[in-house]
């Protein structure tokens, strides 16, 4: 919004009444959700003019499924038939790839469907780049709208990429629109693309955003500013408080609900992502200016119609190419994005498994943002377009050599803290699924070890032993990795996504299980005693700070398998847990096992997980054979829980983290030397 005079007559104006709302949308083709009108918000007078502006952004899978594109398409003609208004539609990037046709004909499909939508301009988005830079002219050429990006410009000559152009200028009805394209710095390290070997770079989003608003407000006289920003919401907040003469924020990108809102004088609005969504914004525009506005996000449902020519694009390539059943699953094989940033997935290891089956290699590793459709398929048939669905980025398999400390190195600079602005988002994320490793990983800062309890086909992990791993050719590109100078063993030039295929294809029926690979911790405690008597061994362990249940308890070894507690109670600050002590030793086989836990805590707040969890260490000798009392003990000083601790709640000192363990390493308690005092009692041993 533009001239604090505007603002200061609306003030005035405000008695009169608000911005009525737009045309009334018919019930069951979507859902409203209203953003308030800003203080601003007054009743349009004579001269002014009504403008609309709709919004999609992240069509990805979507471009490949007869499903909700199709009826995108149809809501967005009915939301411009619902107005007696100029109205243009922005797209917000990512919307060429990726999709399970990707591997086949790459942009073709979604091309073909945006132009039917017909929108004003579009943004490029990181998955635009999913083909590489000489991609982005050749599907501009099939498109009849303009493709935007301001802010990538050839090195030496200042050139937008090659098929963008900065902005463009659009007039409606006597409204005149000037629309940008900007993204941000994340482009650079979410595409394969190599824009340093390619000659470009990546000028400052905001400073360009305010030179062209400027620019157009000045020079081309446009009435009002739209910037296609694929840079995700909290960005585009600081976007709209540090650039001047921009009106209207369409955001792609972090793929969030995100209804009209005002920010900094410019009104930000994103529509999820695979065509769930329109946004619509109406802008009252007078002397070339915006005053005030309403908005609204609308569902795409199941009752809203298919676009008939779009529905038909998409049915005649799925005909061709996807619609044949490559096998089936047993169980359901969830691609959504938080379960498989979050935690290990049946599926995460079923595609690790399929490229340790293709390549041979001891270990496969592949990032949770590789595995796309946000869906969950099965029991039932997998079919060809599944696959590429799941999977349907060009990336190949890449097999390396690499040290057992380089692969901790590897797993531990995906883990995602939650202290870190990320992790207030979205929660602490180990960001990975894997194949014939396990381990532990702690989303926390406070702590030195982001991962350990490695072990690999059964075995500890050696720092010191190479060990072959594939991964995906994207991994294999990541600027400062392990992958640098690494040894490669092997290139195959099969994508990912026909490794799974085989995969399924040579192993049908598959029903992938959760086997402990990847295990979360919150708070590691010290085993205070171990009493064996009856049959029965009881564990006491300390309780965490500010615990207020326990459940769920387990023991494991590092080969997957784990031991049900026959029981876990919580009496004040101890946890007591017990097993049948028959069953713990031959579950342990005269090895050390990890009890984990899962608890509520008062001590802070989580993000996504539903609870905490705890972990302990049992030595073998804590329940040996002999049927009397077995008691471990700790120094006094030592029983304490070791916890790393999330977010403190309100009020909390944000500094403040639990008691620490004498102990060193976290998960490595010191050897007590009680044997030369206490003869009977047996030590427990660390794991090294």
Known sequence: MRRPTALTLALCLLVAGAVPPAAA??????????????????????????????????????????????RMVTLINERRAAHDNPTVVVGGGDEVSPHSLSPL?????????????????????????????????????????PWLMA????????????????????????????????????????????????????KNYSDVASEYATMLQEEEDVDVVVVSAHLGVPVAKNLA?????????VVGDDEIEYPPEETGGAVIMEAEARAEHVAELNLTVEGGEVTAWDGRLHDVTENVSKNETASAIITEARDENLDKVAGKTEVELDARFASNYHDE???????????????????????????????????????????YNILPFQNTLVTFELTGAQLERL??????????????????????????????????????????????????????????????????????????????????????????????????????????????????????????????????????????NVSGVYA????????????????????????????????????????????????????YFEHSVLNAELSPESFAEAETTTETTTDERTTEATETTEAPMDGEDATATATESTGDTPGFAPITAVVALIAAALVAGRRP
């Open 25 to 70: 949308h018919t019930a069951q083709h979507s859902t409203a959700t209203t953003a308030p009108a800003p203080a601003a918000a007054q009743a349009p007078q004579n001269n002014s003019t009504t403008l609309t502006v709709l919004s999609y952004n992240d069509v990805q899978t979507a471009a490949a499924e007869n499903g909700t594109l199709p």
């Open 105 to 145: 004909s790459q942009w073709r499909v979604p091309v073909d469907v945006l132009n039917v939508i017909d929108p004003a301009a579009e943004g490029l988005g990181n998955h635009d780049l999913d083909y590489g830079f000489d991609a982005v002219a050749d599907f501009s050429n099939a498109s009849e709208f």
């Open 151 to 202: 802010n990538i410009v050839d090195e030496e000559t200042g050139d937008p990429i090659e098929g963008t152009e900065p902005y463009t200028v659009v007039e409606r009805d006597g409204v005149t629109v000037g629309i940008v394209g900007v993204a941000d710095e994340k482009i650079k390290s979410k595409t394969a693309v190599d824009f340093d070997e390619a000659g470009y770079e990546l």
């Open 241 to 249: 408080n540090t650039t001047d003469n921009v009106d209207v924020i």
């Open 345 to 387: 997935t049946a599926l995460g290891n079923v595609i690790g498994d399929s490229f340790r089956a293709q390549t041979g290699a001891e270990v496969a590793v592949t990032n949770a943002g590789g595995i796309r459709s946000n869906s969950v398929y099965g029991p039932g048939n997998v079919t060809v377009g599944d696959v």
């Open 411 to 548: 797993l531990a600079s995906q883990v995602v803290t939650l202290e870190s602005e990320e992790g207030q988002q979205y929660g602490a994320e180990a960001a990975l699924q894997v194949s014939g490793v396990t381990y532990e990983w702690v989303g926390h800062n406070d702590t030195d070890d982001a991962v350990r309890d490695m072990w690999v086909n059964g075995e500890p992990l050696d720092p010191e032993r190479n060990y072959t791993v594939t991964v995906n050719s994207y991994m294999a590109g990541w600027d400062d990795s392990v992958f640098e100078n690494a040894t490669v063993v092997e290139e195959s030039h099969m994508l990912y996504g026909t490794a799974l295929l085989k995969y399924i294809r040579d192993n049908s029926p598959v029903s992938p299980t959760d086997e402990n690979r990847i295990r979360r911790v919150d708070a590691e405690v010290e085993t205070q005693s171990v009493d064996v008597s009856e049959g029965t061994a009881t564990v006491t362990l300390p309780a965490p700070e500010g615990t207020q």
């Open 556 to 607: 494991t070894t590092g080969v997957g398998e784990r031991l049900e507690a026959e029981s876990a109670t919580l009496d004040g600050d101890v946890v007591e847990v017990t097993f049948d002590v028959a069953d713990l030793r031959q579950f342990a086989g005269g090895e050390s096992v990890q009890l984990y836990g899962a608890y509520n805590t008062s001590a802070y707040e989580r993000v």
